[in-house]
């Protein structure tokens, strides 16, 4: 089974041995600054050459003291197993001590199927911005809103103090203005004492540009391969072994130390890996043998808009075993047909019959030509599970990667809103809400970001602004990713979600119904559409539910026969919804 951690600095009896992978180094050099001791100088002190391209050395160090690492003739370099920056990315690494004092001891998790899940951001979803606020809202989500598990957006350190997240380059330490590593146990510890679990965004695809000092110590990228970001991160190339591990490490990093229930690994499709094994495998399984050692459920999803059925196979057919992942078709289905938009991926949807296929299949594009991609997208879904997709009719990409971040608030009708709802949580499939819609926020959530750089702070205008460039409609002035107004008008207005708010108690109560009727069903679905008025009937297996929806015509909705009861509904001259039961 894999041990504690061994790289970065790990504090003993009396001293601390720090240990860091090099391979392209010929000399490594320790510099230690003591902050137990002020006025102190800082010590310089050589670290040993190891097997397997390591360097290792034994000094006294106590939690508080700061370092870095001198490779070479490189100026000091913060660790890239910090578990703390308390200066940022560029700083020095933080010695801190892993102990904290967890009452979570009798958690065990929650099976994948009882995930409703909610994602956050940190910055953005209190006024404090912090690991901290988040704690403030946990019963809230618990018990007036009903989820059972928050998914929180990478929190893995980023350059200034705003960001999405997706821009890390320190995969160990968590954002010092979040709160950092004790204020996220603290987090996760709150969370399990009310019987919620939590869920890590974890990107294993790319680092960011500001920071990121990792080529100076090993192969970690190769240009054999290209992503979006560049150079990709080196998982089959020359040196690999050493990269591999240290992104495996990680994984089990945030579930042993910090007791996570899970990772979602970000948009997998840009992960090269042409070696016999692929990492999304080798992490899945690692993760798993970690599970069982612990005795807690703890789960791996991916991201992916391929539609690729590999990603929750089971090893044994070829598959990277994954619990579950982020599946589009769904949305693009809701958004199309409410918005009327065709533009960029929308233009592949907006017939209300490829609704019915996304809730009975999973996803559409099981094979067919894709005319956003110009080629085919997709595999079978037959070997998919419904619970393996995990839907939604908003999340932080869907909303925030729209020029003005403008929410459903804004697009969709009053009845609009409550149908998408319905059909999210009434489905087989597995929810995700995004922070806010539950009691229509009205704020945006939109792209900052607060590079030190000024070479990025330009290159990210001009890239978000060419972003747009396939979606008709989009011609407004796109936001000024690096302006604070940016992200501080992406703030929550917690005032919304009062007792009386009708949304919050719309999805309430289709959260009640979800745990009712069907988390522990069968997990199937037979929607149908009745093309004389677009009605999508969502009966659920075991007869006690049915959901009926007219997505483009506002007439009375039928009523069902045998003895149905309607205890739901929403109509405006756009739509019409009704719930049902027996």
């Known amino acids: 089974m894999d041990q504690t951690l061994q790289s970065g600095a790990n504090l003993q009896v ?21 902050r ?16 397997g391209g390591y360097f290792s050395v034994e000094a006294a160090a106590v939690p508080g003291d700061l370092y870095s690492y001198i490779v070479d003739d490189n100026q000091p370099l913060p660790d890239p197993v910090s578990r703390s920056l308390p200066e940022g990315v560029h700083g020095r690494t933080e010695v801190i001590s892993t102990g904290f004092a ?12 009882e995930y409703i899940l909610y994602e956050l951001h940190v910055g953005t979803f209190t006024a404090q911005g912090s690991f901290d606020g988040v704690i403030s809202k946990l019963d809230y989500l618990k018990n007036t809103l009903g989820v059972t598990a928050i998914e ?13 997240g997706y821009d890390g380059v320190s995969l160990y330490a968590p954002q010092a203005n979040y709160g950092g590593p004790e204020s996220l146990k603290r987090l996760i510890n ?8 939590v869920i890590l965004d974890v990107v294993y695809n790319h680092l ?10 090993g192969p970690y990228f190769t240009p054999h391969h290209k992503t979006p970001w560049g150079d990709a991160i080196n998982y089959d190339q020359p040196g690999s072994e050493g990269v591999r591990e240290y992104v495996v490490q990680n994984a089990l990093y945030w579930v042993r130390e910090y007791h996570f229930d899970g990772l979602r690994l970000d948009a997998v499709q840009t992960i090269h890996d042409d070696s016999r094994r692929h990492i999304l495998a080798e992490i899945r399984q690692r993760v798993n043998e970690l599970a069982v050692e612990l005795g807690r459920t703890v789960c791996v999803m991916a991201e992916s808009d391929e539609n690729d059925s590999r990603l929750v196979r089971p090893a044994q057919n070829g598959g990277y075993g994954m619990d579950g992942f ?9 958004h199309s047909i409410f918005t009327g938009e065709r533009s960029g991926y929308y233009q592949d949807f907006g017939d209300p019959a490829q609704l019915v296929v996304a809730l009975n299949d999973g996803y559409v594009f099981q094979g067919q030509h894709f005319n956003f991609w110009k080629r085919a997208r997709g595999t079978s879904a037959k070997e998919v599970p419904l619970p393996a997709n995990v839907i939604c009719t908003q999340n932080h990409d869907q909303v925030g990667n729209r020029a003005q971040g403008d929410r459903a608030t804004h697009l969709f009708s009053w009845a609009q809103r409550r149908a998408s709802a319905a059909l999210l949580l009434l489905a087989p499939h597995t929810p995700l809400l995004f922070m806010g819609q539950e009691y229509d926020e009205i704020s945006p959530f939109q792209f900052f970001t607060s590079y030190g750089d000024e070479r990025l702070r330009e290159a990210v205008r001009k890239g978000r602004k060419q972003e747009f460039a396939d979606f008709a409609g989009f011609a407004q002035e796109v936001p000024d990713p690096e302006a604070e107004s940016t992200f501080l008008c992406s703030k929550l207005n917690w005032h919304m979600a009062q007792h009386g708010n009708e949304m919050l108690t719309w999805y309430r109560e289709l959260i009640e119904l979800r745990k009712k009727h069907i988390i522990h069903g069968k997990r199937r679905c037979h929607a149908q559409l009745h093309l004389g008025g677009m009605f999508v009937d969502v009966p659920v297996p075991d007869a006690t539910i049915k959901l009926v929806a ?13 003895g149905w009861k309607r205890i739901m509904e929403a109509a405006d001259d756009k739509c019409s919804v009704g719930v049902y039961v027996r």
């Open 102 to 113: 967890w009452s979570d001891g009798d958690w065990r998790g929650i099976p994948f199927e």
């Open 208 to 217: 960011g540009n500001e920071g990121n000092y990792l080529a100076l110590f």
């Open 14 to 34: 009396g001293a601390c041995t720090f240990r860091v992978w090099a391979p392209r180094a010929k000399q490594v050099t320790l510099r230690l600054s003591a």
């Open 152 to 164: 929180i957006m990478p929190v893995a350190s980023f350059p200034g103090e705003r960001n999405w």
């Open 326 to 334: 982020w599946s589009d078709d769904f949305h693009h289905c809701i």
């Open 36 to 51: 137990h001791a002020p006025g102190s100088p800082d010590l310089d002190t050589p670290m040993r050459q190891e097997a």
């Open 550 to 562: 007219s997505l483009t015509d506002p007439r009375v909705l039928p009523e069902p026969q045998d």
């Open 190 to 197: 709150a969370a399990h004492e009310i019987g919620l679990a």
